[in-house]
């Protein structure tokens, strides 16, 4: 059983894999668990890195707590920062696929000090993705407690996964009201689409042209992750770096990330020959 730790008022999920090198962490896209960023990070430590992998609160087998004040990446953000805190890991390499990569970007806007350099992967922006993320996000969990209360929440496939890696999430999903849940899924919805229009969810151009922190983007090829949104983020981030694979755009909604695996000793390549060269001294060559 991997280990927990409390961060900010939740038990979260983490994996340190590699026993010595400078600290990364990778970040999993949409709402999973870490364990799809397993086999990278292992590449990563062979090379001379220590990789960081975490369920986000509200996902894989992290504690379930919910609130609407803030997107949540920003709140994934603060979480990573408590967490690297504690660990003593700062600063560090911030990476991340999707929304890790979106979390990665609140990570260097809101704690630039802790960061050595972020490693974006599959970032999203544009209207496809934006018409299709709200609902995949909170939507159809919002017509389940409308249709069938908290049970129904917690008969959802994405639900029931988080309450088999943890089963107090299901004492705190029907310690909710139905009516809550839906307040908070609906705030958390709009606070998604008010930022919707700029060129990642949630970061405008002026944020991204503040950054002054090293960054290698590597698009993506699908609709969500289209290749254009990262080259154009690479415009917007002085000093960017870009690394495109050999990979066609492709008219699928969404390639799951697991389909690149046959990609990920590349990814691994650009990743570790990057952070090599902003600092990572003590890195394998």
Known sequence: MMPTIAIRGVNLRYEIVGDDGPAVTLITGGRRGYDEFLPMARKLAAEGFRV???????????????????????????????????????????????????????????????????????VTGGAFAAGRLPEAYYDQFIRAAQAGGMEAVCATPEYGERIAANAENQKRLMGMSADAFIDIQTKLRDLFMAGSDLPVFGVSEAELGSLGVPAVIVPGNDRVHDSRVGQMVHTMIPGSELHMLPIEDSDEPVIPFTEWSDLEPEIVGVFADFMRRHGASGAAT
């Not at 707590?65 to 390499?93: C, I, N, R, T």
């Open 52 to 122: 960081l992998l975490h369920d986000r609160r509200n996902t894989g087998a992290s504690d379930i707590l919910m609130s609407a004040d803030e997107v949540e990446e920003a709140v994934w953000a603060d979480d990573l920062h408590a967490l690297l805190s504690e660990l003593g890991e700062v600063p560090a390499f911030i990476g991340g696929s999707s929304s890790g990569a979106r979390t990665a970007l609140f990570f260097a806007l809101r704690h630039p000090d802790a960061v050595r350099g972020l490693l974006l992967l599959r």
